[in-house]
């Protein structure tokens, strides 16, 4: 079936070393989301790209959607100890007639101090 | 404001019975999705509503149903509950029923437990 897939699984850094993740999805999406969920926390919205090759920036946290629009990535520079999380992107995708958001499985980011 | 709200926080229940976790929107939004949390995985898709009719099911059992109220607010029923049934479930809320911008907000989750 339709996927969103996300690599690496885990990553540990040193604080102020960099940081990405990338986000694959099986098919083309008419947009992508990225979402950050804190240890027992819920998922919190980050950002939405909607355009082909589109690039985002948030203070440290870069996004990009590929051109084909199936592939994203987020990149955090100079990472922060309040960075620590799991990134998940999401899809919408069509199935059964109706259209859900499709989560990857998530990288939980972990930082040494 | 208030975001999103769910209740309750957590929830222990046994094998074969029944639960109901309720859901408030934001206010002014008039979707709720649901979805199911496993440990280390993302979000699973379970329900949408849309001004209180049923837009999107993901692939769950019968088990499953829920409902959205003249308020927006809803509720997700699981019945004969199983061990695999032990999750965060969360609720989000979204202004329109989907497309390029909106944005769904999570709340913060009920947590059963299944025994």
């Known amino acids: 079936g339709q996927q969103v897939m996300q690599i690496p699984q885990y990553q540990h850094v040193q604080e102020g070393e960099d940081f990405t993740t990338y986000c694959n999805s099986s098919?083309?999406?008419?947009?992508i989301q990225w979402y950050k969920q804190r240890p027992g926390g819920h998922p919190v919205f980050l950002i939405q790209l909607v355009k082909s090759g589109e690039v985002k920036k948030q203070k440290r946290l870069t996004f990009q959607f590929g051109e084909a629009k199936k592939n994203s990535s987020l990149h955090i520079t100079a990472t922060q100890t309040t960075d620590v999380g799991t990134y998940f992107c999401?899809?919408?995708?069509?199935?059964?007639?109706?259209?859900?958001?499709?989560f990857g499985k998530g990288t939980k980011l972990t930082v040494n101090p | 404001d208030a975001g999103v709200t769910q209740s309750p926080t957590h929830l222990i229940k046994t094998r074969g019975q029944q639960v109901t976790l309720r859901c408030s929107p934001i206010?002014?939004?008039?979707?709720v999705s649901w979805y199911q949390q496993v440990l280390g995985q993302g979000p699973q898709f379970i329900f949408q509503y849309y001004e209180k009719e049923e837009r999107g099911r993901g692939n769950f059992p019968d088990r499953f149903s829920a409902r959205q109220f003249p308020n927006y607010s809803s509720e997700l029923n699981v019945n004969a509950l199983l061990l695999g049934d032990s999750a965060l479930y969360l609720c989000?809320?979204?202004f329109g029923a989907g497309g390029q911008e909106d944005t769904q907000y999570f709340g913060p989750g009920t947590r059963l437990t299944v025994l």
């Open positions: 098919t083309t999406l008419s947009n």
């Open positions: 989000a809320s979204s």
């Open positions: 999401a899809g919408p995708i069509t199935q059964g007639g109706s259209e859900k958001l499709v």
């Open positions: 206010s002014g939004h008039k979707s």
